[in-house]
């Protein structure tokens, strides 16, 4: 069983930035595709933006782009997700998953096999 474990949500005011980790401890994800997720209240979870380990290649939903930098340090074996410019319709609660088949749709949570208990991000306008 590998647990993925967040750090670094809070509360924050809009224009603010905050930046997320997620890391399993004793664990490599190098060759794994890595994601984060979020789910606000009453909605339901969706992509935010994730890492192909295939080609290092990055994606992000729509309504991030921009704002949001993922990035991964495979020595440190650690995902992380910069925000910047945070919006209240970003306050949600973000996960970080793990999936091992390199060619799975990378916006879909179906296609990740590890998930941590997510940190709370709240933005205040």
């Known amino acids: 069983q590998v647990q993925l474990k967040e750090s670094g949500g809070g509360l924050v005011q809009a224009g603010g930035s905050l930046k997320l980790s997620c890391g399993a401890p004793g664990r490599t994800f190098s060759s794994y595709n890595m994601a984060w997720f979020r789910q606000a209240p009453g909605k339901e979870r969706e992509f935010v933006a994730a890492?192909?380990?295939?080609?290092?290649?990055?994606h992000y939903s729509n309504s991030v782009r921009g704002r949001f930098t993922v990035s991964r340090d495979n020595a440190k074996n650690t995902l992380y997700l910069q925000m910047n410019n945070l919006e209240p319709e970003d306050t949600a609660v973000y996960s970080c998953a793990a999936g091992f088949v390199a060619s799975g749709v990378i916006w879909g949570d179906y296609s990740y096999d590890y998930w941590g208990q997510g940190t709370a991000v709240t933005v205040s306008s």
């Open positions: 890492s192909r380990w295939t080609d290092m290649s990055t």
